[in-house]
């Protein structure tokens, strides 16, 4: 394990390897309820047999997606920095090859870093929207539960994790609404708060991360630009699932297109939990269990949804590695970005992009 310090951050290796372990921890759980039980003979069948070529629609139509999720973000930027889609794709690239390559979602925080060293956006603002994208991502998740239960009913065992994803998400998506709608108001008791607990030196900062991460919420202000982040959204999932409906098509196997509906939203509400890079085990099981509730045999299920997720997992990779040369992005700035979040910290602070001061922070709140 690296061990990167950086501005005397001291023990972030340390935990870095505790969120690692307990990744990985959970991972091999989960893979051992994917795995209990399978016929390995028929599942190298299934896999023997498939037909590939079925991968490459899927995985151009899930390229467009990528490209629409890039559309959306330009949209949530907008009050920030007006930024042209073509330059955003390979940041949005390499943020979700961190994801596949670097524990606890850390691609999330390097896009941000890579937005700021490009574009000077402050990261905590451009987080805000980041943030945004994963909040309108587990409400059209839960849409689409809600929407194909009277054509696929939810498997038992997973139903009380949709009611308490919807509580989370349904609180989150009314903090951030009150946040952005009442910035004044908020900034006023976040403030009490942050005078009464930490001590005078630590202050400033804060109140200045916190007014940066309010002013990347103020997409959520205008009635418009919700219904179209919405429609984005449900647009874009649409459009995964119509990934696993090309990928399905390679082999011997066949459900209606709301059971992958139901499949797409249950394995990505699954991959919010801890677990290790590429989301191993936190996808595979749920998956499989969604295609046999319906039917479909353990081996072919098990064989699908491994290749579905490693269909999913290597293009994007591969692109964002590319991407990441050509930005001359280097495996020092994956350190940072995890640094980030392993320490609570941000580089805005230390490095001449982010060098706003507070005022100009404060002042784009009205």
């Not at 950086?6 to 870095?16: I, M, P, S, T, V």
């Not at 009380?160 to 004044?184: D, K, N, Q, T």
Request: aromatic share 12%.
């Amino acid at each position: 394990m690296c061990q990167f310090t950086d501005g005397g951050y001291e023990g972030e290796g340390r935990l870095r390897s505790w969120k690692l372990w307990l990744g990985l921890v959970i991972s091999v759980v989960f893979l051992a309820i994917a795995l209990r039980g399978l016929d390995l003979e028929h599942f190298w069948r299934a896999l023997r047999e498939a037909n590939y070529w079925w991968l490459l629609p899927g995985i151009g139509i899930y390229g467009v997606t990528v490209w629409v999720r890039t559309w959306r973000w330009r949209s949530m930027l907008e009050p920030l920095k007006p930024i042209p889609t073509a330059r955003l794709f390979p940041v949005v690239v390499i943020g979700y090859m961190g994801n596949n390559v670097y524990p606890a979602r850390a691609g999330e925080l390097l896009r941000s870093y890579v937005l700021r060293r490009n574009e000077g956006v402050p990261i905590s603002a451009s987080l805000a929207t980041v943030v945004l994208e994963r909040l309108f991502d587990g409400l059209v998740m839960l849409l689409f539960v809600f929407a194909t239960l009277p054509f696929a009913p939810l498997p038992p065992a997973y139903r009380w994790l949709v009611i308490g994803f919807s509580l989370l998400f349904g609180v989150a998506l009314l903090i951030f609404m009150l946040l952005a709608a009442r910035p004044e108001r908020m900034s006023r008791a976040y403030a009490y708060v942050v005078d009464t607990l930490l001590p005078a030196a630590w202050r400033p900062r804060v109140h200045g991360l916190f007014d940066r991460f309010v002013t990347g919420l103020q997409s959520l202000r205008s009635p418009r630009e919700m219904l179209t982040i919405l429609v984005t959204t449900i647009l874009i999932w649409l459009g995964e699932t119509l990934k696993y409906w090309f990928v399905m098509h390679a082999f011997p196997f066949e459900v209606s297109f709301p059971v992958l509906m139901l499949m797409t939203a249950v394995v990505n509400l699954f991959t919010t939990i801890p677990s290790t890079p590429g989301y191993v085990g936190t996808f595979d099981a749920p998956g499989i269990a969604v295609l046999t509730q319906f039917g479909v045999p353990q081996a072919i299920a098990t064989g699908y949804t491994l290749v579905l997720h490693v269909a999913l997992w290597l293009p994007i990779t591969l692109l964002g590695a590319i991407f990441m040369l050509r930005e001359s992005i280097g495996w020092r700035d994956m350190e940072r970005a995890a640094t980030i979040q392993a320490e609570g910290s941000t580089l805005e602070s230390g490095d001449a992009p982010a060098r706003e001061s507070d005022e100009v922070a404060r002042g784009v709140a009205p």
